[in-house]
């Protein structure tokens, strides 16, 4: 293999790493520590370039709210049962990370998919929601809630998206996709999941990248959790308080 070779197997546009040198996206690191919050540095990290100041207010309220949900959620519960195992807190991470998936944490990915599919064939939102079901998914992603009978994130990340359309931030069409779907699911509202994904799907994110969004958003919650978990002293804290015991099915 010739350096050439070597040099093109790992390619790449995101970063240029050389001696004395950190470029990030084209940019020297040196411009932008200092000059650059997390959320923005995210956007240029996945875009390439610097978002538009109404696209960085609507990304990060996105970010916001899928922050935390408290030991409810999944991913919560399991950092902090790990940080009591004496993993770390990077194990205790991963390890909460890695529940994230269709069921906990994929929703705003399908709910991309969901109303994308709305949105590109320009078809009235209970067409897709018929085939949907007809293939046996009875629960529509983005929609309900087992906690929530209305998600508090809901609102503000709608106002704030229809703010960003009628300034010509974002286009609205999924916006709207989005609202039609709620109205024939009426009285079940929107979620977090829901409200994210019109958020992602708007500023032209691929529906991919709406989980793993999520994720990184998630990330600072489960972080947060898993430090105050290692400060309680408490060892191997399983799902449930030991006086209760588990049903025993005969």
Same mark, same amino acid.
């Not at 696209?55 to 709210?65: P, W």
């Not at 994230?100 to 067409?127: F, K, N």
């Given at each position: 293999?010739?350096?050439?070779?070597?040099?093109?197997?790992?390619?790449?546009?995101?970063?240029?790493?050389?001696?004395? @040198?950190?470029?990030?996206?084209?940019?020297?690191?040196?411009?932008?520590?200092?000059? %650059?919050?997390?959320?923005?540095?995210?956007?240029?990290?996945?875009?390439?370039?610097?978002?538009?100041?109404?696209?960085?207010?609507? $990304?990060?309220?996105?970010?916001?709210?899928?922050?935390?949900?408290?030991?409810?959620?999944?991913?919560?519960? #399991?950092?902090?049962?790990? +940080?009591?195992?004496?993993?770390?807190?990077?194990?205790?991470?991963?390890?909460?990370?890695?529940?994230?998936?269709?069921?906990?944490?994929? +929703?705003?990915?399908?709910?991309?998919?969901?109303?994308?599919?709305?949105?590109?064939?320009? #078809?009235?939102?209970?067409?897709?929601?018929?085939?949907?079901?007809?293939?046996?998914?009875?629960?529509?992603?983005?929609?309900?809630?087992? $906690?929530?009978?209305?998600?508090?994130?809901?609102?503000?990340?709608? !106002?704030? !998206?229809?703010?960003?359309?009628?300034?010509?931030?974002?286009?609205?069409?999924?916006?709207?996709?989005?609202?039609?779907?709620?109205?024939?699911?009426?009285?079940?509202?929107?979620?977090?999941?829901?409200?994210?994904? @019109? %958020?992602?799907?708007?500023?032209?994110?691929?529906?991919?990248?709406?989980?793993?969004?999520?994720?990184?958003?998630?990330?600072?919650?489960?972080?947060?959790?898993?430090?105050?978990?290692?400060?309680?002293?408490?060892?191997?804290?399983?799902?449930?308080?030991?006086?209760?015991?588990? !049903?025993?099915?005969?």
């Amino acid at each position: 293999m010739t350096d050439s070779q070597a040099a093109d197997w790992w390619a790449t546009a995101v970063s240029r790493i050389e001696p004395n @040198v950190i470029e990030l996206r084209g940019l020297p690191v040196a411009s932008l520590i200092g000059d %650059i919050a997390f959320g923005e540095m995210t956007w240029l990290m996945l875009r390439g370039a610097r978002p538009a100041p109404g696209q960085l207010r609507l $990304f990060e309220a996105a970010l916001i709210a899928g922050v935390d949900h408290g030991p409810h959620a999944p991913s919560i519960a #399991v950092a902090r049962m790990a +940080a009591t195992c004496g993993v770390g807190l990077n194990n205790a991470m991963a390890s909460a990370i890695n529940v994230l998936g269709d069921s906990h944490g994929g +929703a705003g990915e399908q709910c991309v998919e969901l109303l994308s599919e709305i949105v590109t064939r320009d #078809v009235a939102a209970d067409v897709v929601i018929a085939e949907w079901r007809a293939r046996g998914i009875r629960y529509l992603p983005g929609f309900g809630h087992r $906690f929530h009978t209305r998600d508090p994130r809901r609102d503000p990340l709608l !106002t704030l !998206t229809a703010e960003a359309a009628d300034a010509g931030v974002v286009p609205g069409d999924h916006l709207r996709a989005a609202l039609a779907v709620e109205e024939a699911l009426h009285p079940v509202p929107m979620n977090i999941d829901g409200a994210t994904a @019109v %958020i992602y799907a708007e500023l032209g994110f691929p529906a991919p990248l709406a989980r793993g969004l999520f994720v990184l958003s998630r990330s600072v919650g489960i972080l947060a959790h898993a430090w105050e978990e290692t400060g309680q002293g408490r060892r191997n804290k399983g799902p449930i308080p030991p006086s209760i015991r588990p !049903t025993y099915l005969d």
